[in-house]
């Protein structure tokens, strides 16, 4: 099983990115995928999370009608499309795999490297 993100980068506020999370190893679409987010000096959060089956997705509450989460299961891929960022949104973003056939980011077993997001003007 693997995980890898993707996509990160040194962006101005108000601008967007599109975080990608390549999947490997296991059928995504059986799995609750999230994204976390971690900056310096602070814990790890979760920012959005994308049920099994697309059975719902959530989000943080800072974060929501900014970002949104989808997934290609063709591609064995997961998005966090992100826009209107703010420079609190600067942080390592990582995406994981939940339990199988769950709906929810509250337990997850494998993580894949981070991909840092530098929100700056």
């Known amino acids: 099983v693997q995980l890898q993100a993707s996509g990160g980068g040194l962006v101005h506020p108000g601008g967007s990115l599109r975080l990608s999370c390549a999947t490997s190893?296991?059928?995504?679409?059986?799995?609750?995928i999230g994204w976390f987010r971690q900056a310096p000096g602070k814990e790890r959060e979760g920012v959005s999370c994308i049920a099994a089956a697309n059975l719902g997705s959530y989000y943080k509450d800072s974060v929501k009608g900014r970002f949104t989460i989808s997934r290609d299961n063709a591609k064995n891929m997961v998005y966090l499309e992100m826009s209107s960022l703010k420079p609190e949104d600067t942080a390592v973003y990582y995406c994981?795999?939940?339990?199988?056939?769950?709906?929810?980011?509250?337990?997850?077993?494998?993580w894949g490297k981070g991909t840092q997001v530098t929100v700056s003007s």
């Open positions: 190893g296991f059928n995504q679409d059986y799995y609750a």
């Open positions: 994981a795999r939940g339990t199988y056939g769950g709906r929810f980011c509250d337990e997850m077993d494998f």
